[in-house]
């Protein structure tokens, strides 16, 4: 579903994981997520209230591949929280990799508040309001609605995952969630069962109420 975009009172933009390792020619470079830094940034100053996360993992991450023995990038494995995506080495707490591309630092310096996830060794974080044991909340939604916030419109990387988990979270933790399809870029990473990543999230998006803008 398309719908304009029009930022008001209420309104928080929440910007997903701006990071080099993201972007191309890093570790976990999503297509093209450099080209949409920009225009974050001139997007950023028509919210009263920004919030960017940051992925911040600890050497070792088990979502890492290297963590485990014979294990390949982009193979799942059961881990004690159900399944999980195993990712190349990412986002390394203070790493240059780790840090936000510079095009986007209007927006980090409009923010509120920078939310570190990923940052338990043992659980992987893709959502701004919780882990992927889908239990641990990050405090993201308690911040928000001690700001009066009621609807979140998400920019960011990648659209098929983290964009995307916060989206659905968003609604979840009962807000409005808008995201801005022109400012993410996506993975798409093919399906067993046929289609993309970017399939079945517009799917989940379709049924939870996330409105592509």
């Not at 093209?32 to 009263?48: E, H, N, T, V």
């Not at 995506?85 to 591309?101: I, K």
């Not at 920078?114 to 044991?133: C, H, T, V």
């Not at 022109?182 to 079945?200: C, H, K, N, S």
Request: charged content about 15%.
């Amino acid at each position: 579903m398309a719908a304009p975009l029009f930022p008001r009172p209420g309104d928080a933009l929440i910007v997903v994981d701006p990071q080099y390792d993201f972007c191309p020619g890093g570790a976990l470079a999503v297509a093209g997520g450099d080209a949409i830094m920009s225009g974050i940034a001139a997007l950023a100053p028509r919210f009263d209230h920004v919030v960017v996360t940051q992925d911040w993992h600890p050497a070792g991450h088990r979502s890492f591949a290297s963590s485990h023995p014979g294990a390949a990038p982009f193979r799942t494995i059961a881990m004690p929280y159900g399944e999980q995506m195993l990712w190349p080495d990412h986002c390394v707490q203070g790493s240059r990799g780790a840090g936000f591309h510079p095009d986007v630092t209007p927006a980090v310096a409009r923010a509120r508040m920078i939310l570190r996830k990923g940052m338990n060794p043992a659980i992987d974080s893709y959502s701004a309001f919780r882990e992927n044991d889908r239990r641990t909340p990050t405090g993201l939604a308690g911040y928000l609605n001690d700001l009066g916030v009621r609807r979140c419109v998400l920019v960011g990387l990648a659209y098929d995952f983290c964009v995307g988990w916060s989206a659905l979270d968003a609604v979840a933790q009962g807000f409005g969630a808008i995201v801005v399809r022109d400012l993410t870029r996506a993975i798409a990473m093919p399906l067993a069962g046929g289609g993309t990543t970017v399939d079945e999230t517009e799917r989940r998006f379709a049924a939870a109420g996330v409105v592509v803008a």
